[in-house]
């Protein structure tokens, strides 16, 4: 895609963009004297920056997207997501190996996962500005899911994310395309940087609270959008 494809895709700045390529800021190759860019390597390397985006850039990409993929910017995408069978306030788990399997066996319960051992092998870990990790695959898995997918937990303990980083709220996403993947993972953390959501999080006790404290964040959040 060149440059104004990509401008619109994530409902960033044309000028921008141009000088994050030329400092060699977003993966990129020259054609003809213009920018071109795969879309693999954007969706990969959108991946990574993502859970670090200023909210008013992640509402960006979410409206941009919405368009993008050709559905309604003002309709709950994440709350119809979360299933109670997904969903646990008091996980035990120690380690991120062992939260990772505990996480995607969560998924599995929802029958939205036909592959769980390809979407373990492929997941990823990032921690939000507001302390909350983020667990998704590296890549859309087309031939591991049924259907998007999130599973939540608060463990009994303190997981170290990053060297010093240390979060009890983890959150699994993962989708079948990339496109969809993508706006999945920005309107979560459009989400997730509410600190009331955090702490209606930590405060929940059953699965119907997260899902209730969830459904009311996005509901606000899209009634802001209006």
């Known amino acids: 895609m060149n440059t104004n494809e990509l401008a619109s895709m994530l409902g960033a700045d044309y000028h921008r963009l141009t000088r994050m390529a030329r400092c060699g800021e977003i993966p990129c190759q020259t054609i003809r ?22 909210l008013p850039e992640l509402a960006q990409m979410d409206i941009a997207m919405s368009q993008y993929r050709g559905v309604s910017s003002f309709g709950p995408m994440v709350s119809p997501l979360f299933h ?82 240390y979060t009890n709220l983890f959150f699994l996403c993962a989708a079948r395309d990339e496109s969809y993947h993508l706006h999945l993972l920005a309107r979560l953390c459009r989400l997730l940087q509410d600190q009331d959501l955090r702490d209606q999080l930590e405060q929940a006790d059953t699965p119907l609270d997260v899902i209730e404290a969830i459904r009311d964040a996005e509901d606000s959040l899209i009634a802001c959008a209006v």
């Open 33 to 54: 004297g213009e920018f071109r860019f795969n879309s693999m390597d954007i969706f990969a390397w959108l991946q990574d920056v993502l859970p670090a985006m200023a």
């Open 84 to 165: 109670s069978p997904a969903i646990s306030s008091t996980l035990d788990a120690r380690t991120q190996s062992s939260l990772k399997r505990k996480l995607v066996g969560m998924a599995d319960n929802t029958d939205c996962v036909y592959d769980s051992q390809t979407l373990l092998d492929h997941l990823v870990i990032r921690t939000l500005p507001s302390g909350i990790a983020l667990l998704h695959p590296t890549q859309a898995l087309p031939h591991a899911l049924a259907e998007p997918v999130i599973a939540m937990a608060k463990t009994r303990g303190p997981i170290m994310v990053n060297q010093g980083t």
